[in-house]
C-alpha cells in the first residue's frame, strides 16, 4: 500500500532563517505531488504541484519554492521565512489521472 | 472566482443526532467533489467522493453525501453520530479535471463536535 511520508513533523524557525520541508511516497511510481498550506481559521490552500521530476507548477505568487528532485520526493523551500509563513503545510500525492488526492502528516511550521 | 462555501464553521451536537454540513461550489462545468476529515492529531482522510453515476455516495464510517447539480452542492449526511465522529470536516472540489495536475480547491472546513 501506499504511504506518505514529512518530516519534521515541527518547526520552530527564526524570521530570516532557511526553511526545507521534505515529503517522500511510498507504494507508488510517477505520483503527481502537491504542498498545501493550512492557516488558522482557513482552508487549505494549493501552493505547488508537480507532475513529473523538475517539473514543478506554482498557484500562488510567494516566499516560498518548491521541488521534485526525484520521482518520489517533494520538497518545499525558503531562503528567508517571513512571520507569514507560518501554518500548517501538508503534502499530498494522486495517481496519474489526478483525481483523489492523499494526504501526508503535515509540519506544523511557526516562524518567530 | 470558483470557489467552495462550507457556511457552518462549528457544529455542537449530542450523540445519536443526525448531522447534515453543507458544502457549495460556483463553478457551471463538470466537477469531481469530495469529502475529508481530520480527527484529532491525525492525517486528512478521504471520507467520500463523488465523479460521476449516482448522486448519492456512501462512505466510510455511515457518512454519506448527495451530489444536485441544481444547487451546486455536495452536503454531507449522518443520520447518527457518535462521540469518536468530533473532527473538523472539509469540502474539496476539482474543477474541470483534466486528468493531469488537478487542483483541489477546499472550502474552510467545519469543526464537528459531538457530546455525549
Known amino acids: 500500500s501506499q504511504t506518505i511520508h514529512q518530516w519534521p513533523a515541527t518547526l520552530v524557525q527564526p524570521v530570516g532563517s532557511p526553511l526545507s520541508l521534505e515529503c517522500t511516497v511510498e507504494?507508488?511510481?510517477?505520483?503527481?505531488l502537491y504542498w498545501y498550506r493550512q492557516a488558522a481559521g482557513r482552508g487549505l490552500q494549493l501552493l505547488f504541484y508537480?507532475?513529473?521530476?523538475?517539473?514543478i507548477s506554482s498557484e500562488v505568487p510567494q516566499n516560498l519554492s518548491a521541488s521534485r528532485p526525484q520521482d518520489r520526493q517533494f520538497i518545499l523551500s525558503s531562503k528567508k521565512l517571513l512571520l507569514s509563513d507560518s501554518g500548517f503545510y501538508l503534502c499530498?500525492?494522486?495517481?496519474?489521472?489526478?483525481?483523489?488526492?492523499?494526504f501526508g502528516p503535515g509540519t506544523r511550521l511557526l516562524v518567530l | 472566482a470558483q470557489s467552495v462555501s462550507q457556511h457552518n464553521h462549528h457544529v455542537i451536537l449530542s450523540e445519536a443526532a443526525s448531522l447534515e454540513l453543507g458544502c457549495n461550489y460556483s463553478?457551471?462545468?463538470?466537477?469531481?467533489l469530495f469529502w475529508y476529515v481530520q480527527y484529532p492529531g491525525q492525517h486528512l482522510q478521504l471520507l467520500l467522493k463523488?465523479?460521476?453515476?449516482?448522486?448519492l455516495v456512501k462512505g466510510i464510517k455511515g457518512f454519506e453525501a448527495e451530489f444536485i447539480k441544481s444547487k451546486f452542492s455536495f452536503n454531507l449526511r449522518k443520520p447518527s453520530v457518535q462521540w469518536s465522529d468530533t473532527a473538523e470536516y472539509f469540502c474539496?472540489?476539482?474543477?474541470?479535471?483534466?486528468?493531469?495536475?488537478?487542483?483541489?480547491?477546499f472550502g474552510t472546513g467545519t469543526q464537528l463536535k459531538v457530546e455525549l
Open positions: 499530498a500525492w494522486s495517481g496519474r489521472a489526478g483525481e483523489t488526492q492523499y
Open positions: 507504494g507508488t511510481s510517477n505520483p503527481n
Open positions: 508537480s507532475v513529473g521530476i523538475g517539473q
Open positions: 463553478y457551471g462545468g463538470t466537477v469531481n
Open positions: 463523488y465523479f460521476s453515476g449516482d448522486p
Open positions: 474539496a472540489v476539482i474543477l474541470n479535471p483534466t486528468g493531469g495536475g488537478n487542483k483541489l480547491t
